[in-house]
């Protein structure tokens, strides 16, 4: 079983959002930021709330991981714009299976965030989700 | 909110913690502001230090008082400067954020907890920066997710000593 991350990264380059470990155009990269390039869309795992148990011991837990999708474009509203696509693809996707699991759904956490503008004058949105999934 | 805990931002996280001290009808106001300073503790722990202003600046409030220790300084642990004019900023920042909140839970069920440094919200929620002095992004968050059962605990726990005496 993958962690969130990998399985959303799936999901992204699926819906043509961006190509994984790109060096050019839209990059999806996995728990850290390269410097280039410019344009890049990087999920980072955030942990999540304990699983859910049932008394029944064959059936399996409920966990709720999440993740935050970071967005750093050239400009704001380019980057704004991706991360709406960003939205688009994953908000309220499930159920899916992936790497095994269920996932029943995929939920937004909070609504987007402008972060800062980088060192390099580029500027970076933030969005986080938590998933509901099944464990294989 | 009533009866709960509530922190901008992180309403999806807070959820469960609402709901279970809702429908507790055991939460006391005094068990609140006990979970509001057992989560303001952990939020300190785990934030990042710099100038130790963010650390500083937390704190509980409700309807009818507050609790924190502003202690804002001009230099910290990594070397880096803040200046007086910025400090007394931060300062009288703290007292107006204080007293927005007191106001906005007033004679209601409910506690804020929170940082009131200006740059708090993006720290809080910067996944990719490097923290040399130790601290950690999401250390809020990551309190009262990782500690659900403990806050609940801390206000059933008053409510219980209420009963026995």
Same mark, same amino acid.
């Given at each position: 079983?993958?962690?969130?991350?990998?399985?959303?990264?799936?999901?992204?380059?699926?819906?043509?959002?961006?190509?994984?470990?790109?060096?050019?155009?839209?990059?999806?990269?996995?728990? &850290?930021?390269?410097?280039?390039?410019?344009?890049?869309?990087?999920? $980072?795992?955030?942990?999540?709330?304990?699983?859910?148990?049932?008394?029944?011991? *064959?059936? #399996?837990?409920?966990?709720?991981?999440?993740?935050?999708?970071?967005?750093?474009?050239?400009?704001?509203?380019? *980057?704004?714009?991706?991360?709406?696509?960003?939205?688009?693809?994953?908000?309220?996707?499930?159920?899916?299976?992936?790497?095994? %699991?269920?996932?029943?759904?995929?939920? @937004?956490?909070?609504? &987007?965030?402008?972060?800062?503008?980088?060192? #390099?004058?580029?500027?970076?949105? +933030? +969005?986080?989700?938590?998933?509901?999934?099944?464990?294989? | 909110? %009533?009866?709960? +805990?509530?922190? /901008?931002? /992180?309403?999806?996280? /807070?959820?469960?913690?609402?709901?279970?001290?809702?429908? %507790?009808?055991?939460?006391?106001?005094?068990?609140?502001?006990?979970?509001?300073?057992?989560?303001?503790?952990?939020?300190? @722990?785990?934030?990042?230090?710099?100038? %130790?202003?963010?650390?500083?600046?937390? $704190?509980? *409030?409700?309807?009818?008082?507050?609790?924190?220790?502003?202690?804002?300084?001009?230099?910290?642990?990594?070397?880096?400067?803040?200046?007086?004019?910025?400090?007394? @900023?931060?300062?009288?920042?703290?007292? !107006?954020?204080?007293?927005?909140?007191?106001? *906005?839970?007033?004679?209601?069920? !409910? +506690? $804020?907890?929170?940082?009131?440094?200006? $740059?708090?919200?993006?720290?809080?929620?910067?996944?990719?920066?490097?923290?040399?002095?130790?601290?950690?992004? #999401?250390?809020?968050?990551?309190?009262? @997710?990782?500690?659900?059962?403990?806050?609940?605990?801390?206000?059933?726990? &008053?409510?219980?000593?209420?009963?026995?005496?």
């Amino acid at each position: 079983m993958n962690p969130l991350s990998e399985d959303i990264k799936d999901l992204l380059v699926t819906a043509g959002v961006g190509a994984f470990a790109a060096t050019s155009g839209w990059g999806i990269f996995i728990n &850290t930021e390269p410097d280039e390039p410019s344009t890049s869309i990087t999920i $980072y795992d955030l942990g999540g709330p304990a699983p859910e148990e049932c008394f029944n011991r *064959a059936i #399996k837990p409920l966990s709720r991981p999440s993740v935050q999708v970071r967005v750093r474009g050239t400009s704001y509203l380019t *980057a704004h714009a991706k991360i709406n696509d960003v939205i688009a693809a994953l908000r309220r996707v499930g159920p899916w299976t992936a790497s095994g %699991s269920t996932y029943l759904d995929l939920f @937004q956490s909070n609504v &987007t965030l402008f972060l800062q503008k980088d060192q #390099k004058n580029r500027f970076i949105w +933030v +969005v986080d989700f938590h998933a509901v999934k099944k464990e294989a | 909110m %009533s009866g709960g +805990v509530r922190v /901008l931002g /992180l309403e999806k996280v /807070l959820s469960n913690l609402n709901k279970a001290l809702t429908e %507790s009808k055991k939460t006391t106001k005094k068990g609140l502001i006990r979970a509001g300073f057992f989560i303001q503790r952990g939020s300190q @722990q785990r934030c990042p230090v710099d100038t %130790s202003n963010l650390k500083n600046s937390a $704190y509980t *409030a409700w309807g009818e008082g507050s609790a924190s220790n502003p202690d804002f300084r001009t230099s910290g642990v990594s070397g880096k400067t803040v200046s007086p004019a910025e400090v007394a @900023q931060m300062s009288a920042n703290h007292e !107006a954020e204080i007293t927005k909140r007191k106001a *906005a839970v007033q004679g209601k069920l !409910a +506690v $804020y907890v929170g940082h009131s440094a200006a $740059y708090a919200l993006f720290v809080h929620e910067d996944m990719a920066a490097n923290h040399p002095n130790g601290g950690e992004a #999401k250390f809020l968050e990551r309190t009262i @997710q990782d500690n659900q059962a403990q806050i609940i605990r801390i206000a059933m726990e &008053t409510a219980k000593e209420n009963i026995a005496k």
